[in-house]
């Protein structure tokens, strides 16, 4: 085969990879991002970068969260085939009444999008803190080989939103 055939066919290849890697496996919404601020400078590709996205827990109204990447420029980030590093930041807080949609899992996935083309993803999780009626979310990544340490935790008080709200019980909604 030509080298020019082969090269156009890899250059196909890493563009439908890169559609599989932008897609989230798991969320009700894609995260909207917020901004995007340059960390490493390059002459003739795009720089490497760090996005903060803000998103909604998709089971749990009056929560959002907001998570700070970073984001491989050069040639394999733009044709999207870079692997991207494990940290991650997060914050979640109460922008309004909490209310539960249903019971959940401690530890259930609130959003999960892959950081290589084939064996590394990111994940968001949700669990109850019994005790102290607190939201817990972290983030973490994770290979199929081998896994990272590195991770972010954020906590969220259910407090009341106003004079007449009642507050609820996460400990009500956690699955036994």
């Given at each position: 085969?030509?080298?020019?055939?082969?090269?156009?066919?890899?250059?196909?290849?890493?563009?439908?990879?890169?559609?599989?890697?932008?897609?989230?496996?798991?969320?009700?919404?894609?995260?909207d991002l917020v901004f995007k601020r340059s960390t490493v400078f390059k002459w003739l590709s795009p720089n490497d970068k760090l996005a903060t996205y803000g998103l909604d827990d998709p089971e749990v109204d009056g929560v959002a969260c907001h998570f700070t990447v970073p984001e491989r420029g050069g040639f394999k980030g733009w044709i999207g085939v870079a692997?991207?590093?494990?940290?991650?930041?997060?914050?979640?807080?109460?922008?309004?009444?909490?209310?539960?949609?249903?019971k959940f899992e401690q530890g259930e996935d609130v959003f999960?999008?892959?950081?290589?083309?084939?064996?590394?993803?990111?994940?968001?999780?949700?669990?109850?803190?019994?005790?102290?009626?607190?939201?817990?979310?972290?983030?973490?990544?994770?290979?199929?080989?081998?896994?990272s340490p590195k991770n972010s935790t954020s906590s969220v008080p259910i407090m009341p939103w106003g004079a007449g709200d009642t507050v609820q019980k996460c400990a009500d909604f956690v699955e036994k």
């Open positions: 085969m030509h080298f020019t055939v082969r090269f156009m066919m890899g250059i196909g290849l890493a563009l439908a990879g890169a559609a599989l890697v932008a897609a989230p496996a798991v969320a009700a919404d894609d995260p692997e991207e590093v494990s940290d991650i930041s997060l914050a979640c807080t109460q922008i309004a009444p909490i209310r539960f949609k249903a999960r999008r892959r950081r290589s083309l084939l064996f590394k993803k990111m994940q968001i999780v949700r669990g109850c803190d019994v005790k102290r009626n607190v939201l817990v979310y972290m983030v973490y990544s994770d290979r199929i080989i081998e896994g």
